[in-house]
């Protein structure tokens, strides 16, 4: 997809941005899957909720995937980038891998062992089950993309003669 | 040479991972007929889970456990044939392995996130039986989980002569 693109501009965000901003695109992801989770099946809140979760989802991705230098230096072919770029974005994927196997096995083990022997909640119902595929499904799309936004250096400032 | 479990715990990974011990395992033949055997027995494993969980049959799912073994001396042979490069901490490695490692998890991100994605939507969304959705899904985590290691072990070049 990201071959047809445009290299968008290089990002002019500071570190302490980015990932400021990945700890909240994170934290605002979680709050919207708790919110179709756990709030009641069938009532006005819950579909109020899933409603802004998914525009929430599309906008933001279809923001990203199309103006951010971020994402498309996580995602585009080995041609279009140079040598340290590939370098960033494969150290990327591999702390991505690592980060999402373990929550892979922290969830397996708490949904089936874990939450059912201590009591704790567990998805039952369709909504929750879905909350949770769907979280995953969008940290696998996002979370390379994240780790190269964690990782790139601050931007070097321009000379001013 | 011969060393004790004492002696062999106290090694480094490092050390363990680039033993001569294990110069059986290295070269590219012996690595792809470990990765056959290894997903053979990961597909065996499912088979058994999931039989396991459709007849309620604890007998499968002891013969589930007895194949634990085998996981893991094939998986350490694996990680021990590529030199551990998917378990030795980056500042232990040198720069071709580093970037033949990062790249290899780059090219198995994809795969494994469709492999686990899909198994997911099954177990989770459809009416399919209980037994069938506990095989694919343990299934699909095992290969997904150790893919980057068979890949690399597939995939590496035959390491040159001493």
């Given at each position: 997809?990201?071959?047809?693109?445009?290299?968008?501009?290089?990002?002019?965000?500071?570190?302490?941005?980015?990932?400021?901003?990945?700890?909240?695109?994170?934290?605002?992801?979680?709050?919207?899957?708790?919110?179709?989770?756990?709030?009641?099946?069938?009532?006005?809140?819950?579909?109020?909720?899933?409603?802004?979760?998914?525009?929430?989802?599309?906008?933001?991705?279809?923001?990203?995937?199309?103006?951010?230098?971020?994402?498309?230096?996580?995602?585009?072919?080995?041609?279009?980038?140079?040598?340290?770029?590939?370098?960033?974005?494969?150290?990327?994927?591999?702390?991505?891998?690592?980060?999402?196997?373990?929550?892979?096995?922290?969830?397996?083990?708490?949904?089936?062992?874990?939450?059912?022997?201590?009591?704790?909640?567990?998805?039952?119902?369709?909504?929750?089950w879905w909350a949770i595929v769907w979280g995953f499904v969008m940290l696998g799309l996002g979370l390379p993309a994240g780790f190269v936004a964690w990782d790139l250096p601050d931007p070097v400032p321009d000379f001013e003669p | 040479m011969t060393r004790t479990i004492r002696e062999t715990f106290a090694m480094s990974r490092r050390e363990i991972m680039n033993d001569p011990q294990f110069d059986w395992a290295r070269n590219r033949p012996t690595r792809r007929w470990l990765v056959a055997a290894y997903v053979a027995l990961a597909l065996s494993a499912a088979t058994l889970f999931g039989l396991s969980v459709g007849l309620r049959n604890l007998w499968l799912l002891g013969a589930f456990c007895v194949l634990t073994p085998g996981f893991f001396f094939i998986?350490?042979?694996?990680?021990?044939?590529?030199?551990?490069?998917?378990?030795?901490?980056?500042?232990?490695?040198?720069?071709?392995?580093?970037?033949?490692r990062d790249a290899m998890y780059r090219v198995c991100w994809w795969p494994a996130l469709a492999i686990m994605t899909a198994a997911c939507f099954l177990a989770a969304m459809t009416d399919v039986p209980d037994g069938l959705k506990a095989g694919i899904a343990m299934g699909a985590f095992f290969i997904a989980l150790c893919l980057p290691a068979i890949a690399l072990a597939w995939t590496l070049p035959e390491e040159p002569e001493a």
């Amino acid at each position: 997809m990201t071959a047809t693109l445009v290299r968008p501009a290089p990002s002019r965000l500071t570190r302490r941005t980015r990932r400021l901003i990945v700890v909240g695109a994170a934290a605002a992801s979680l709050a919207a899957l708790a919110c179709v989770a756990l709030l009641p099946p069938g009532s006005l809140a819950v579909s109020i909720a899933k409603l802004t979760a998914a525009l929430g989802s599309l906008i933001g991705f279809g923001v990203v995937m199309t103006r951010s230098s971020v994402w498309f230096l996580g995602n585009a072919p080995d041609t279009a980038l140079d040598e340290r770029e590939r370098t960033i974005r494969d150290r990327a994927y591999f702390k991505a891998y690592g980060v999402f196997a373990g929550l892979a096995i922290v969830t397996a083990f708490y949904m089936l062992d874990l939450g059912p022997d201590l009591g704790l909640w567990v998805p039952t119902n369709y909504d929750a089950w879905w909350a949770i595929v769907w979280g995953f499904v969008m940290l696998g799309l996002g979370l390379p993309a994240g780790f190269v936004a964690w990782d790139l250096p601050d931007p070097v400032p321009d000379f001013e003669p | 040479m011969t060393r004790t479990i004492r002696e062999t715990f106290a090694m480094s990974r490092r050390e363990i991972m680039n033993d001569p011990q294990f110069d059986w395992a290295r070269n590219r033949p012996t690595r792809r007929w470990l990765v056959a055997a290894y997903v053979a027995l990961a597909l065996s494993a499912a088979t058994l889970f999931g039989l396991s969980v459709g007849l309620r049959n604890l007998w499968l799912l002891g013969a589930f456990c007895v194949l634990t073994p085998g996981f893991f001396f094939i998986i350490g042979s694996i990680n021990a044939s590529v030199r551990g490069l998917t378990e030795i901490r980056t500042n232990e490695l040198d720069e071709w392995q580093i970037a033949r490692r990062d790249a290899m998890y780059r090219v198995c991100w994809w795969p494994a996130l469709a492999i686990m994605t899909a198994a997911c939507f099954l177990a989770a969304m459809t009416d399919v039986p209980d037994g069938l959705k506990a095989g694919i899904a343990m299934g699909a985590f095992f290969i997904a989980l150790c893919l980057p290691a068979i890949a690399l072990a597939w995939t590496l070049p035959e390491e040159p002569e001493a």
